[in-house]
């Protein structure tokens, strides 16, 4: 049974190369999704910066006497309405987080396709190799066969005659 090796050659360079689309088009998910992490945690880290400075606020108008305990109250309210923003925010956080571990992992299993297709790559392009450099010894030694046939017919129509 003869192995068409250069089709099958050809068959795992279109894996290779469908394999290779496919690690870039992981490698762009992920990078968007880090973009999008990024972003929510940015958002997340104002959330908190807004709540210190809520606090920085109501000390220093405590700290000039200016806050009546109504203001107080308010400021307690408020405090709690930024708490509940500052919980969403980080569910964001933790969400977008399992969102960019999704698209590594994608990308993961995309480059040990990759790293296996182009192993198989190789193994074809080693024994299409192997392959012919067998064809070529068979063709020497057929040469040679031939050629010691000649010789041998070629000694003997002397000898005879």
Do not use: F, N, P, Y
């Not at 496919?22 to 990078?31: D, F, P």
């Not at 297709?117 to 063709?139: C, D, G, P, T, V």
Request: glycine share 4%.
């Amino acid at each position: 049974m003869a192995i068409a090796w250069m089709l099958l050659t050809d068959v795992r360079e279109r894996h290779q190369r469908s394999a290779m689309q496919e690690v870039a088009r992981g490698k762009r998910e992920l990078e968007a999704r880090e973009a999008q992490a990024a972003e929510v945690r940015r958002e997340w880290q104002q959330q908190l910066e807004a709540k210190a400075q809520h606090w920085k606020d109501t000390v220093g108008a405590l700290s000039d006497g200016a806050c009546s305990v109504a203001q107080m109250r308010q400021a307690g309210a408020w405090s709690k309405a930024l708490d509940l923003q500052i919980a969403q925010a980080g569910m964001a956080v933790v969400e977008a987080q399992a969102v960019v571990a999704q698209a590594q992992s994608v990308l993961d299993a995309s480059r040990a396709q990759l790293r296996q297709a182009s192993a198989e790559l190789e193994k074809a392009r080693q024994m299409q190799q192997r392959a012919k450099a067998e064809e070529r010894q068979h063709q020497e030694r057929r040469q040679d066969e031939v050629t010691e046939e000649a010789s041998v017919q070629a000694w003997s129509s002397t000898h005879r005659a």
